[in-house]
Every structure is written in structure tokens, then in C-alpha cells.
T-cell receptor, first 115, second 115 residues
């Protein structure tokens, strides 16, 4: 059972455009992480959000955790070809008060930024 | 600091055979998790090992088994391979099981093809 749904599944945009990727669930997560994965490589952590309503910025990337901790969004401003990759959200469902080591991954959003 | 390394990088097996995949965790990390990523999908949690003991398992049959060694390296064994086992198998290590400040560090995976 896939608990995290991402939309859109695919996105092809021109350099300089803005975009938003959504990650939705009916489950409450103790924390949520966003990863980027490039072909032939493992996912690389971008950010972890923990508190409902939290907003984090990483250069041109803005991440938001929903108030109810069931959903999240990733917004990229002025996308560049180097942003191309598979974006994955992952929710933590663990013991030990919210350990992030057991993650439920979303379905992924494949982003292609054309120069 | 040496990252997570996995071997082999690619593997082709026949249905019914057995396979062992190996993972060396990042220095200082005592927790290893294994994920299966089918083509076009997000990773699915298989199981996690913490200090040589299994600490949680996803929805995978018993023919998926694992080990963690005293140096915290790990193996994933799959018996009676099926065609649907074809996927990228990712290993991830982390320094602490119980904190959201303990992100997962992924290896580049082993691409398993079952024919």
C-alpha cells in the first residue's frame, strides 16, 4: 500500500520557470524528508521538516510541511537544468519517538528542465 | 569520510536462483536499512538492522533476509528469485536510530535483473 502520493508524476519545463511538487497522504508523519535522485545514484537528502506548518528554504528550493503533518510541497524558483532529477518525498513512521530511519517513500516526481 | 558502498553494481540472475547483495555502511554508522526501488517508483522499505539485530520489516516475504556484521556492514539475501524481484536495491546507513537529525545516507544501489 502506497501511503504517499506525489503529483505531478512527470514535469518538463523550460529553464527559468517555477514549479511546485506536491506530496499527500492520509497518514500523519512525525517528520518528512525530500530527496533528489539522479540516474545511477542513490537518493540524496535535501531537507527534513518536522513541525506542522514549517517552511524551510534551500537556495531556490522552498519546502513546506502541512499543518496536520500529512502533506508537503516543494517549490522551485527559476529552475535550472541542474535541477533535473527524480524528487522523492519520504515520511517517517518509526518507533523511538519518531525515528526517521524507517521511511515511506512517495511515488516520485521526475523533473526535466530544458535549457 | 567514506560513504555507503554497495556491491555488485549490476547483477543478472535466473528465476529460482539465490542472490546476496552487500553493503558497507558509512564510517560511524550503526544502522543499515535496505530498500527496493522498482523502475519508475519510489523505494520500498525492506528491513532495517541496528547493532546486528533486525529492527523492523516492511511488507516483503521471508525469502528476503538480511544480516548485519559487527563492523555494521550488511547483506541482503533473496532466495527463489522471481521476475518481479528485478529492481534497484538500495542500502542506507545512519548514525543513530532514534533521531530525526539522523538522516539516511544512501549507496548507489545494486541493479538486479531476474530473467
Amino acid at each position: 500500500t502506497q501511503l504517499l502520493e506525489q503529483s505531478p508524476q512527470f514535469l518538463s519545463i523550460q529553464e527559468g520557470e517555477n514549479l511546485t511538487v506536491y506530496c499527500n497522504s492520509s497518514s500523519v508523519f512525525s517528520s518528512l524528508q525530500w530527496y533528489r535522485q539522479e540516474p545511477g545514484e542513490g537518493p540524496v537528502l535535501l531537507v527534513t521538516v518536522v513541525t506542522g506548518g514549517e517552511v524551510k528554504k534551500l537556495k531556490r528550493l522552498t519546502f513546506q510541511f502541512g499543518d496536520a503533518r500529512k502533506d508537503s510541497s516543494l517549490h522551485i524558483t527559476a529552475a535550472q537544468p541542474g535541477d533535473t532529477g527524480l524528487y522523492l518525498c519520504a515520511g517517517a513512521l518509526g518507533v523511538y519517538g519518531g525515528a526517521t530511519n524507517k521511511l515511506i517513500f512517495g511515488t516520485g516526481t521526475l523533473l526535466a528542465v530544458q535549457p | 569520510e567514506t560513504g555507503v558502498t554497495q556491491s555488485p553494481t549490476h547483477l543478472i540472475k535466473t528465476r529460482g536462483q539465490q542472490v546476496t547483495l552487500r553493503c558497507s555502511s558509512q564510517s560511524g554508522h550503526n544502522t543499515v536499512s535496505w530498500y527496493q526501488q522498482a523502475l519508475g517508483q519510489g523505494p520500498q522499505f525492506i528491513f532495517q538492522y541496528y547493532r546486528e539485530e533486525e529492527n523492523g520489516r516492511g511488507n516483503f516475504p521471508p525469502r528476503f533476509s538480511g544480516l548485519q556484521f559487527p563492523n555494521y556492514s550488511s547483506e541482503l539475501n533473496v532466495n527463489a528469485l522471481e521476475l518481479d524481484d528485478s529492481a534497484l536495491y538500495l542500502c542506507a546507513s545512519s548514525p543513530d536510530i532514534g533521531s530525526y537529525n539522523s538522516p539516511l545516507h544512501f549507496g548507489n544501489g545494486t541493479r538486479l535483473t531476474v530473467t
